[in-house]
């Protein structure tokens, strides 16, 4: 009876580059979640209480929002 082997090892240094690139994406995610979440909180503080109320929200929750906004 042959045994056929299914499996390969990773060729040298593929995990190290597969966790450097994750390690990489995910800080480039990361800026670019914290730059969206400042942008929208600063144009959502540049509106006035009124405009706010237009659309639901008040001052305090701005920076809830804005950090919302961010993780998208």
């Not at 990773?10 to 730059?35: E, H, Q």
Request: cysteine-free; overall charge positive.
């Amino acid at each position: 009876m042959a045994i056929i082997e299914t499996t390969r090892p990773a060729p040298f240094g593929a995990v190290s580059t597969f966790r450097i690139v994750n390690l990489v994406d995910a800080a480039f995610v990361g800026f670019v979640g914290a730059f969206r979440a400042r942008k929208t909180e600063t144009a959502l503080s540049k509106l006035s209480n009124a405009q706010l109320e237009d659309i639901g929200l008040v001052r305090a929750h701005i920076h809830g929002v804005a950090q919302r906004a961010g993780r998208i």
